[in-house]
């Protein structure tokens, strides 16, 4: 039977599905009634789904991360789809296709993380290769790298999101420097492939999305410093000389300043031309990222807006998509 | 005699030069007495320069825009270029050679606005193609849009610079938005054309760079949009149809929302994808055009450092240019 | 049998009287059960309704905009009055009086409009006099005009609203303008007359009060820079000669500037005297009517504060009325 | 013979006239050769000048706050007119017309005042009225009063600016007011009488305008409130009953929030209407007056536009004064 | 029986315990039905509590600040506890042990505000130490302040909390201002001693904590400088000489300025070191003991964090408690 | 002869004196003329210094770091003492007192390290203490701690200014830790030790005082976590055991974190108690310091007033220093 994915899921419609659940709740609601509160997901997208008057029991027999046969109803509640499950069981993992519930499939990872590698070692820079050889060789960090996600709200939060975003800014990267004879395209590709690796150990992907206490207390910005400078080190005893010093600086500038503003947790403002345009097209990429994931999970039909945005402080406009077919109705007068 | 350019004059080197004046002033130092400012340019810069115990003569010898030949010495003044007039005569316009006064070349000009038609006429969207054409075949329009800066201070300001802005955003937006499909190419290209067109009335550039009386009061958003407006009734006559509202709407938004923050004079927060997409592109090519022209005018070869940079907050880096050949020195210990 | 208006409504009352119904809306609660929320309004204010255990059939019996006899209960809910329905019908619109739901009578628009007529006819500057009456000869223009809002939730959102502010602004500069002889009373009126108009197109109101598509997307401040344009067209027409540019441009800079900062959306700073003095005197006008009008919402008589208001980032002191009585009994020692 | 009036000085110009002489202050030019610079006004403006090789017994031969004769002549310099003087010595005070170096004349200042009085005896509120007699009545608070300006370098920096600020937003109240019935005017009366009271100590003005140790360090909204509760301890006195303590609060409260933001050193918003609408009455008064000083200031007639006001953030246009009669010379195409 | 404190409480723990009761309010949930909710506490902490089903009856069967015996369950509603009560009573007096509600025993007040009264008494300077006993034997202010919370809802939020931070701010000068000669020691103490006394009428304490009127007019720290000025005129009758003023200027000063910047409502910034002083030491005080009082009053072990607080615009870590024990499991590699 | 020291030296005072150079510059005028701008100090302070009519030759006498016996004349330009010199030449190193141009004699260096040893050794935390020792035990690292300044132009901005402002830190630590017993006081001495650790590598001190390339481009917070790391792992190599990693986690945040905002540089905000309190000691030390130095090199003994310090966004009351001896003068009336 054709699987029945959450982006598809209407309005008061009775389901009966298998969903990956997380951040599982025994919560008590104001009249001290117990419920259980999870997040179900499939790759297409996630939803909250309760099940009323719950025990320790029930919230017991399953896990975060199991896969569990849902049969509930889908509610519209504040606008977010939600639902009230009646009745759920554990999936044997034999009856489940992986594919389902993975947002980058494993080919897609592979492809991804190959390109990756081929564009690293395409660059012209002798010390920046080798540096690059010493993270791609690396088993234990590309199995990280591969499976991080780049957010745990926001733009490509999901596993392997960090490297879909890191892929996607080192295209943009090959594209772009080449139009803009005063960049140097290696600093740069470099500097697209290093920016965000220390997400690698801030957030916790193993389960749930989440910040580790090293990602709270100091960051993906000094985590990545701390990782590059272990790199270097490598690359050195690898090369058996040292590695370029004001190249070394200049790569972690490129880590401590993508940001782009103290507001934002720069410790430096961007001061090289690579740096600014780092700042710039890491911008670009996670912003259409991200605001097209909140207009793809709008399920709002009746409106050309999304709801309101309190991060982005906006609504966002979903009326590109239709314009050109409705344009024929609406005329400026 | 080969043309010394004003960006390989040394410090207290003496020089005998045409230079293109501007702004020119007629001042009183604190004890009163006079001496003339201005601004002598080629087209590798400019620098300000002084001829002192000037008088009302003197000042009235030349108009702004005139070529003088000019006898000089050349000094550092708080870390910027200054000359120190002492002869100066008008130069009869024969013995010019433009191409060295002018920015773009006349043939750069045309290979840019031709490129510019090319691009625009390659849309899919017939409404678009149709607006399109109706700015393209203006040639009032054209020959205000090939001549205006795209500033008095900043990124592009000299004749030329507004074209040479645009060209070079849409050819960004032909390379990028290929790579987001949740993008519509057409309404980007458009958007990028469209976004600084007010300039050509904010601004005033037949002689001195300046801003409008009509710049200043409603700005080049404003402006923008009356200019879209006019097109848009031109587009309707020649197509004997209605524009499509939605598009008019969304191109509008385009362009009143680039600056991308309130405090940058936008009315509206970027609000679709297209909007956010312009904003960051466009910001990106202005930074690298008018960041490096910071780095490229610095004379000082002792630091690897920009002077403190006021506007922006920084000093900027210079070191990209060196590292490389100087990365065998230093190295990471 | 006299109305009981919403205001009048104590807690905890039964309630059996018609309404105008808003916002119609079929919810889920928490536990997947439907109920319908709607919002209840007449002349002296608005109210939530919730009737539990809705349904399809429920919701699709009436529409927004009808008339509703409704019985139900009052309840204080989180400090805001509400209602729970238990019974509703629609009421034949043949036992309406109009004037207990329109908060301004027809009388009241009709002399707040003929009022905004009279002050714009007795201009001196016959180029304003004549952009004027173009204005008030458009019969379409002025039935949107003396029909809008001035705001979807803060200051005169109510039909007329707009009409209502426009005209107390107007009177404010009459009385204030002949104070400052260096102000321009003709110019500072049409300002005043000009500077919110763009919410005739911004603002959708012919049932619920909302934002329309061109409302989020370029705003009323364009929006009233468009409407202006056609104006002048029309009274170059008219005259039959141009009308004069600084003017025009002064016009328009009144309107983009109105606001003043550019956080509130002005993409200009105000910088003529006229439009300094039409920032400050709208200001005043818009708060004191917004304000008041918290004030006398507040239904709890045991404070001398209204609650804490997020929007304003302060509560406010509601003593003033009660003071000059009460001060007998509390003394300063 | 007919006094020439600093502004009607033209650059350039010889002068010799007598003038009111400020902040004289023997320094050393960057060679280390002393000058003497000073303030020179009568009340048509004020100008710096400059007396080059001065010594100490020049700089001892007078004081602040003396008449000079001054010959010398006139520049321009950074935009603004300076004297160049060649040679000065005191004028004997039998000579001088006071006339024409106070701003306000004694006749002025004395009908402010009585109008002042006027309006506060016109109160309905006793307790108010019987309040304001005891400031009116003291004569050694009112010869502060009328003497003191209303800041050092922003509005009504003069002697006499107090009282003509303070006499202007009475009459703004007493037009205002009655429109608004949720205003209580005699509040908004006393509120506008005593809301900038404090300068009298926070400035220094017997001689140069500056601020005195009290100003600096407490500032004029605490220091307002002191002096409220010294005469509220006399009203008591007199009246022999307390003043209500709820309508004393509402007066503090009116001083301390009248700047209106934290960030213009309120300690207090602005939470009850009468606070409110005095915030942006005194905005207006203040605005309007110091943005047309600075306009009626500029000496510049060749351009629209006042230089760039720092502490603004923008320019100012003048063209208001002019538009209407060059209003038929140019035309909106 | 041993007394559970409800810090002592467990999830879905059944309680039967004497609090302290406060802030009840009967409201109506969605639905329309009654419930009551109050505010339970003891010396140990407080939480919030639900009776469902109550009506106006049940409402009015105890004030605020009664005892009441409480039978009911503890939950975890949105990550805070709070108790469904089943039953309640009230609890004579004579059977209550004060001790166990006040969160400073009365002893704990009498040796802190002796010890207050002996720093004071210490002081050299002798004009502040006359004045210091101004306070000291006023019996009326020693009462209140020994009595006034230091805040509503952040740090020192209980009975006596003014006098445990103004006492902690003294020791804390006492041992800081002998390192800074710079700094006069006396009148940083006197100035820790009066920096929040305002509070003593800007709060109201005698049941539930809340803002007096004069609180949310005029604020704690102008009412600092009225309480001020009150004492110092006795200081004078009593000594039979003035007070120095400068003196007087610069305890003022130290009052308006201590909250350290405009945006936390100093109408004045720190300008001297001794406010400077003041200011960062009654910020380390304030900020440790409200920090350290969100850390103990989490009630998850499960996690090093708190959770998100928006005030501060952060979470918490709670690691340091634990991280030496826990330090030989976990390590850096 | 007893030497004259800068902080002594009065306005047009003749000087012939030895001092250090710094700075020096060959600079032209606005006519062209060349002149040497240098920086001259002792152990007082320093002023700029000029000699007129310079050439490359006197430029290229001497360096910077040189003592020169110069003979002048001492002005007051702009507020601030500047020297015009005469006469200069080269003194010989053995006619050199140290002591007059070190700021921290060398036994005050030896003094202030041994104590910030004896400080650490007193640690109760094994692990921190083996941590400590790697440092102490370092002789290249603590020569460069000695001999660090603390920044370039704000507190301690001298040699040994670094090790004054960390011990000076560490000894408030020591006072203030005991009274919050939530507080660790190792773990805050430890964070007090290392705060600024950075610095040694930020800055370049060996002869003037500026930022390192590593400094502007990464920063002393980044610099600081790549020194720590260092030391751990020589200290895990010394201990054969692994550090605990919580605890290398939560220095790594009191580094990261101590400017407490974003605004500032810090990459996340104090999320510890250890992190709050060390941000506000640290900013209580650095102000305190910073604020006296310029009441200290306040040259104008007629003002109670430093002049405006634009980034602190104030003047500063020198009043402190002299009201109790003038306090018999002046009386609150």
């Known amino acids: 039977m054709v699987r029945r994915f959450i982006n598809q899921l209407g309005e008061r419609e009775a389901v009966d599905e ?10 008590a609601n104001r009249n001290g009634n117990l419920y259980l509160q999870m997040r179900l997901s499939d790759k297409s997208g996630s939803l909250t789904a309760m099940l009323w008057n719950a025990t320790d029991q029930i919230y017991s027999r399953f896990d975060n991360g199991d896969y569990l046969r ?78 991080a996600p780049a957010g745990v709200k926001n733009h490509h939060a999901y596993h392997g999101g960090l490297l879909e975003h890191v892929a996607s800014l080192m295209e943009l990267v090959t594209l772009v420097a080449p139009r803009y004879p005063e960049l140097d395209p290696d600093l740069l590709l470099m500097g697209a492939f290093l920016h965000d690796l220390g997400k690698i150990d801030e957030l916790t992907y193993e389960r749930d999305l989440g910040y580790s206490d090293e990602g709270q207390l100091i960051g993906h910005l000094v985590i990545g410093v701390e990782l590059l400078n272990g790199k270097i080190r490598e690359a050195e005893n690898l090369a058996g000389e040292p590695f370029p010093r004001p190249l070394a600086l200049h790569l ?70 239709v314009e050109n077919e409705t344009g024929d109705a609406e005329t400026e007068e």
Chains 1, 2, 3, 4, 5, 6 share one sequence.
């Not at 969903?19 to 919560?27: C, D, G, M, P, S």
């Not at 009230?84 to 999936?91: L, R």
């Not at 600014?276 to 409106?303: E, P």
Request: with cysteine.
């Open 18 to 27: 298998v969903f990956l659940v997380a951040e599982k709740q025994l919560r």
């Open 70 to 147: 849902v049969q509930g109803t889908v509610q519209l509640y504040n606008g977010a789809m939600q639902m009230i499950v009646n009745k759920f069981e554990q999936e044997p993992t034999s009856e489940i296709d992986e594919a389902d519930f993975i947002t980058l499939a494993a080919a897609q990872v592979d492809r991804l993380a190959s390109r990756v590698g081929e564009m690293l070692r395409s660059m012209q820079n002798l010390s920046l290769r080798n540096l690059a050889e010493c993270f791609l060789m690396d088993d234990s960090f590309m199995s990280r790298f591969t499976k």
């Open 252 to 321: 972690k500038h490129l880590i401590v300043s993508h940001h782009g503003e103290y507001a934002f947790g720069s410790p430096k403002l961007p001061m090289s031309l690579e740096a600014v345009a780092l700042h710039h097209l890491d911008n670009l990429d996670a912003k259409i990222h991200s605001l097209g994931q909140i207009i793809r999970d709008d399920a709002n039909t009746d409106s050309n807006w999304t709801p309101y945005q309190a991060a982005l402080g906006r609504k966002l406009y979903k009326g590109a998509l």
